[in-house]
């Protein structure tokens, strides 16, 4: 069974760090492509980050400069370094695994990806 857990989700403040891992099981880690998104209430899933087997990474305008993913395949790992976080950051952030596009209605459960985690919250207060 395909399981994506994330964690590292909390309240912090404008200009904070925070660190979001995502373990992963149930599939060749090292062989898909990752991705990290996010869905803030009343808007869409987005993507803020993909991750390749490879290890390239690509972000979009709102996560470039700020947001770092990285991923640790012997630990079948994914992380995501977000620094200097916004108000606007604020969301709930889902791990997910075969990332096919970058936004839709809703995250967890769509076609967007092949698996998603069940997601960690993020909170950034001004």
């Known amino acids: 069974e395909v399981q994506l857990v994330e964690s590292g989700g909390a309240s912090v403040h404008t200009g904070g760090s925070l660190k979001l891992s995502c373990t992963a099981s149930?599939?060749?880690?090292?062989?898909?492509?990752m991705g990290w998104y996010r869905q803030a209430p009343g808007h869409d899933c987005e993507v803020i980050s993909s991750i390749l087997r490879d290890g390239r990474t690509f972000y979009p305008s709102a996560a470039q400069g700020r947001f770092t993913a990285s991923r640790d395949n012997a630990k079948k790992m994914l992380y995501l370094q977000m620094n200097d976080v916004k108000p606007e950051d604020t969301a709930v952030y889902y791990c997910?695994?075969?990332?096919?596009?970058?936004?839709?209605?809703?995250?967890?459960?769509?076609?967007?990806?092949?698996?998603w985690g069940q997601g960690t919250q993020v909170t950034v207060s001004s």
């Open positions: 997910a695994a075969a990332p096919h596009k970058t936004e839709g209605p809703y995250c967890s459960g769509s076609l967007m990806a092949d698996a």
């Open positions: 149930g599939f060749t880690f090292d062989d898909t492509d």
